[in-house]
């Protein structure tokens, strides 16, 4: 054994012999097994209360609740009636919107890669289209950064990005 591990061995087996020798007796004595002191006993718990057991089943409707006489509204309540009718909007002089759809496609977003893909809004809806999907009669031809080629020859480029938020 190496003369280190000899001496960290001894620095060991002192501290351990120092330790149990230098620990008063009266604190080594209090270390007994569990068994043999005497478990105090715990207080008997108060008595759970009677079961309160329904009268019949609370999900099914009992004739007296359908004797008893609810009134019904037929008008609006008074504070409503005295709003009046309300003002015309404020786009309404141009017609029943303000804003009008654009005509034809219009790309909304593309997604590059090995696998082109661009989002179209085509008359108030949203289509997902690449290479070869029909839109509005025509087949997309390409789908590039900079817009959607269509077979008709039409060029779908996509808006810059301030004019997406108009």
Not at 40 to 52: D, E, G, W
Not at 67 to 84: E, F, Q, R, T
Not at 87 to 108: D, Q, S
């Amino acid at each position: 054994m190496p003369p280190v591990r000899r001496l960290l061995a001894a620095l060991a087996t002192t501290c351990f012999i120092g330790a149990v020798a230098l620990t008063p007796s009266e604190v080594r004595s209090r270390f007994q097994p569990l068994a043999a002191t005497p478990a105090p006993m715990a207080p008997r718990p108060a008595p759970l209360p009677a079961a309160v057991v329904p009268d019949g089943d609370p999900f099914v409707a009992r004739a007296a609740d359908d004797a008893v006489d609810h009134p019904v509204a037929v008008a609006p309540p008074p504070s409503l009636a005295a709003i009046g009718p309300l003002p015309p909007n404020a786009g309404a002089a141009a017609g029943a919107f303000a804003w009008r759809l654009p005509a034809g496609p219009v790309v909304r977003a593309i997604a590059t890669g090995p696998h082109p893909a661009a989002l179209l809004d085509v008359d108030g809806s949203t289509h997902l289209v690449t290479a070869g999907d029909r839109i509005g009669g025509t087949a997309v031809r390409s789908v590039d950064p900079d817009g959607v080629t269509l077979d008709d020859g039409r060029r779908l480029a996509l808006p810059a990005a301030g004019a997406m938020l108009r």
